[in-house]
């Protein structure tokens, strides 16, 4: 009964393969994280055999309870991997036979390694959306905790990186929290795509076996495939998670590029606690944000990840091909990625300090024009009229070498008369976001309505 080499499939061959094209065609080095997934795989297929008479109940139940034990050496860590094996199907069959016999060899009736594969990396990238999409949400929960602590904060908002207009910091850090419930439903979608199982398509075209695909999906907590070619063909699903493991990594990239600009010396708007910072093996003076850094970097890892699988499926005809061997590293490497920087963010977010008055005095001067042009246009002027006067303002103030608040009243009223009706206390920061209107903006009150909105979105998603 044994094939050559103990391969699946060396019952056609006359000899083993060469040593150097076993190491290039194994993924056993790899995909022995899918054993968990495989092994539930295989005992929900067992049990639909016995169900439907395919086997008899009695070696059902040995197999389960032969997988079960096997189940039990791999979450021990005691499982034996060989690259003999080639695959993790091959490994987990050859050590079921060793511990029930070979009943064993029963197992793969009605089943080919083509829709075993496919099943194990749905299932991987079902548990995967469900893990990141607890750590965002810790991210997210994190991010309402710090606005709702510091919401009287005011920073600067930029565009093309110059001082734009002044921002409650409680706004900054909400429109990252919008930011990333998008990535929440991209997650979800990716987990839907995921939680179609493609036992029973066989190799691609279904068995002569009386299977019941809708019997191992139910016991798998899943929807059954409809066309056997499409189920062992498809890895859209991996595409999901992977586009939105990438959009993710895109967002995150953003944030940390904000906080390695908010924590330089050069900005002075936060600082780190010690625990998230690293030195300088030269410089003692240094503290790095090296994590947002990474976070950064990540991102390019992740579109990387994303690419490889388009690449790799955008020739292949339906049907399995071995290319598909090359789905699971990208896919791996993403998901590590994403879960190892967000396990970090979380306590970065919530034990940074932020430096008040450094992020108040830069975000007045210049940055208040925009109210004067809008304070003119309430009463009456033209907006293109009362960006010219304040443009005009803005040079007379660099001439004079002062900022808009020092502006003598005076001054403003000879800029336009409107000017000399100016409230005291709207050209300040403060002023500036209490003046605002509009829903969704940085008025206080815009923000209070975010943060309750934030809080109902976190509640919906933890449910």
């Known amino acids: 009964m044994e094939t050559s080499g103990g391969h699946l499939w060396g019952g056609r061959f006359g000899s083993g393969p060469a040593e150097a094209f076993e190491r290039l065609n194994a993924s056993i080095p790899f995909d022995i994280r899918l054993a968990p997934y495989d092994i539930r795989g295989s005992m929900a297929h067992a049990k639909m055999l016995g169900e439907r008479g395919i086997i008899s109940p009695e070696e059902a139940k040995t197999l389960v309870r032969g997988l079960e034990a096997v189940l039990r050496e791999v979450e021990a860590g005691e499982f034996s991997w060989s690259l003999a094996d080639e695959d993790v199907h091959t490994a987990v069959e050859r050590r079921l036979r060793e511990l029930v016999g070979d009943v064993a060899l029963k197992l793969h009736t009605g089943r080919s390694r083509n829709d075993q594969v496919a099943l194990d990396l749905h299932l991987f990238c079902r548990d995967a959306t469900d893990r990141i999409k607890s750590g965002l949400l810790e991210t997210m929960a994190a991010l309402v905790e710090v606005a709702e602590r510091h919401r009287d904060l005011v920073l600067p908002g930029y565009t093309h990186l110059q001082r734009a207009q002044p921002l409650l910091l409680a706004h900054h850090l909400l429109a990252h929290f919008w930011a990333f419930a998008r990535d929440l439903q991209r997650l979800g979608a990716a987990r839907a795509a995921a939680n179609v199982s493609p036992l029973?398509?066989?190799?691609?075209?279904?068995?002569?076996?009386?299977?019941?695909?809708?019997?191992?999906?139910?016991?798998?907590?899943?929807?059954?495939?409809?066309?056997?070619?499409?189920?062992?063909?498809?890895?859209?699903?991996?595409?999901?998670?992977?586009?939105?493991?990438?959009?993710?990594?895109?967002?995150?990239?953003?944030?940390?590029?904000?906080?390695?600009?908010?924590?330089?010396?050069?900005?002075?708007?936060?600082?780190?606690?010690?625990?998230?910072?690293?030195?300088?093996?030269?410089?003692?003076?240094?503290?790095?944000?090296?994590?947002?850094?990474?976070?950064?970097?990540?991102?390019?890892?992740?579109?990387?990840?994303?690419?490889?699988?388009?690449?790799?499926?955008?020739?292949?005809?339906?049907?399995?091909?071995?290319?598909?061997?090359?789905?699971?590293?990208?896919?791996?490497?993403?998901?590590?990625?994403?879960?190892?920087?967000?396990?970090?963010?979380?306590?970065?977010?919530?034990?940074?300090?932020?430096?008040?008055?450094?992020?108040?005095?830069?975000?007045?001067?210049?940055?208040?024009?925009?109210?004067?042009?809008?304070?003119?246009?309430?009463?009456?002027?033209?907006?293109?009229?009362?960006?010219?006067?304040?443009?005009?303002?803005?040079?007379?103030?660099?001439?004079?070498?002062?900022?808009?608040?020092?502006?003598?009243?005076?001054?403003?009223?000879?800029?336009?008369?409107?000017?000399?009706?100016?409230?005291?206390?709207?050209?300040?920061?403060?002023?500036?976001?209490?003046?605002?209107?509009?829903?969704?903006?940085?008025?206080?009150?815009?923000?209070?309505?975010?943060?309750?909105?934030?809080?109902?979105?976190?509640?919906?998603?933890?449910?």
Request: charged share 25%; glycine share 10%; with cysteine.
């Open 200 to 463: 029973g398509a066989a190799a691609l075209g279904g068995t002569p076996h009386p299977v019941d695909p809708a019997l191992t999906a139910e016991e798998l907590g899943m929807e059954p495939f409809v066309n056997s070619l499409d189920a062992v063909s498809e890895r859209d699903f991996a595409l999901d998670l992977l586009y939105a493991c990438a959009v993710l990594g895109v967002h995150l990239s953003r944030l940390g590029e904000e906080w390695v600009l908010w924590t330089s010396q050069e900005f002075g708007f936060a600082e780190l606690d010690d625990a998230y910072s690293s030195g300088s093996s030269i410089m003692p003076q240094k503290k790095n944000p090296d994590a947002y850094e990474l976070m950064r970097g990540r991102a390019g890892r992740l579109i990387g990840d994303l690419n490889a699988l388009m690449i790799a499926l955008k020739g292949l005809p339906l049907g399995y091909s071995k290319d598909l061997q090359e789905d699971k590293e990208p896919l791996f490497d993403a998901v590590d990625g994403i879960l190892a920087v967000l396990a970090v963010l979380p306590g970065m977010l919530r034990t940074a300090r932020f430096c008040a008055g450094r992020m108040e005095e830069a975000a007045g001067g210049f940055a208040l024009a925009t109210e004067l042009a809008d304070f003119l246009a309430a009463r009456g002027v033209p907006f293109r009229e009362a960006h010219r006067v304040v443009g005009r303002l803005v040079r007379r103030c660099e001439e004079l070498g002062i900022s808009l608040e020092e502006m003598p009243r005076a001054e403003l009223a000879a800029a336009h008369p409107a000017l000399g009706e100016l409230p005291g206390g709207l050209l300040t920061p403060r002023g500036s976001v209490a003046n605002k209107r509009s829903p969704g903006s940085t008025s206080p009150a815009s923000v209070e309505e975010q943060l309750r909105r934030a809080r109902e979105v976190l509640a919906g998603a933890r449910r």
